[in-house]
């Protein structure tokens, strides 16, 4: 069945000039991409997006880290979305991500790796909403085979 996932290239990454080479591992698996935009995030919408850690010793961290440049949001459809997507990301530590994964490959700290990457269905749902209206997805149909 597809479903979604919200991923979030960090600060960093448009200095790095990598958000290519990240857009395409997503895609060369065959995931779709249906939502896409550059965007700064306000601390508002950084409290919302790391609730779940407030209250905790790095949450002021968090959010002056994701605020501190533009990010790339990015919705992506797909078979078991989340759970490819996450793969695809590696571990969230440096050390603990393999080599191949996106983090493995490209992440330089525990805190700036590189990629946010929704960890449940219910968490998709929620970040999706919380970053894109839903006129700015767009469910696009592959007909490539159809001009073959």
């Not at 996932?5 to 065959?30: A, D, H, Q, T, W």
């Not at 601390?43 to 997006?49: F, T, Y």
Request: charged share 25%.
């Amino acid at each position: 069945m597809e479903t979604r996932c919200f991923s979030m290239l960090k600060p960093g990454v448009l200095n790095r000039r990598i958000v290519g080479e990240v857009i395409n591992r997503l895609e060369r698996k065959g995931l779709k991409l249906v939502g896409l935009k550059m965007m700064n995030i306000s601390e508002e919408l950084a409290g919302k997006h790391y609730a779940e850690h407030e209250g905790k010793p790095f949450f002021g961290d968090l959010v002056s880290y994701i605020t501190s440049a533009p990010v790339v949001a990015m919705v992506w459809q797909g078979d078991d979305c989340v759970t490819l997507v996450r793969k695809l990301c590696g571990a969230t530590k440096p050390s603990e991500a393999a080599p191949g994964t996106i983090r493995g490959d490209f992440c330089l700290h525990t805190q700036f790796n590189v990629i946010h990457a929704s960890d449940s269905d219910a968490s998709a749902e929620r970040e999706i909403n919380l970053f894109f209206k839903p006129e700015e997805i767009i469910d696009w149909k592959d007909n490539t085979q159809s001009y073959l």
